[in-house]
C-alpha cells in the first residue's frame, strides 16, 4: 500500500552536489511531514531533515547550510538538494513519512576525496 522510492544518489566528488528525490503513494502526501534519513555502513540511521505538512524545516547541524529539503505535493514528492558534499556524507539515504510507519529502499551516495 504505502510506497517510497528514493532515487538520485550516484558518485561525486567532494565539493560536489547531488539532488535527491522520494515519489510517494498509498498515502495523503500532503498532510504528512516527511523527513530523510541516512546510514552509513556499520552506522545507524541518521535524521538528516525533515519538512512538515505546513512547511516547517529543520536540519541536523551536519549537513546545515549546505543541504535544502523541499517538497511538491502535487507530484507527491521530496527532495533533497545536497551541495558541497563531504565524504563523511557518504551513506544509503532514505525518506520517511512522519504518519506512516514505511521506509523506502533507499538510493546509495558515495562522495569521493
Known amino acids: 500500500q504505502v510506497q517510497l522510492v528514493e532515487s538520485g544518489g550516484g558518485l561525486v566528488q567532494a565539493g560536489g552536489s547531488l539532488k535527491l528525490s522520494c515519489e510517494a503513494s498509498?498515502?495523503?502526501?500532503?498532510?504528512?511531514?516527511m523527513n530523510w534519513y541516512r546510514q552509513a555502513p556499520g552506522k545507524q540511521r541518521e535524521w538528516v531533515a525533515g519538512?512538515?505538512?505546513?512547511?516547517?524545516?529543520d536540519y541536523a547541524d551536519s549537513v546545515k547550510g549546505r543541504f535544502t529539503i523541499s517538497r511538491d505535493n502535487a507530484k507527491n514528492t521530496v527532495y533533497l538538494q545536497m551541495n558541497s558534499l563531504k565524504s563523511e556524507d557518504t551513506a544509503v539515504y532514505y525518506c520517511q513519512a512522519g504518519r506512516e510507519n514505511t521506509w523506502g529502499q533507499g538510493t546509495q551516495v558515495t562522495v569521493s576525496s
Open positions: 498509498g498515502f495523503i502526501f500532503s498532510i504528512n511531514a
Open positions: 519538512i512538515s505538512s505546513g512547511y516547517n524545516i
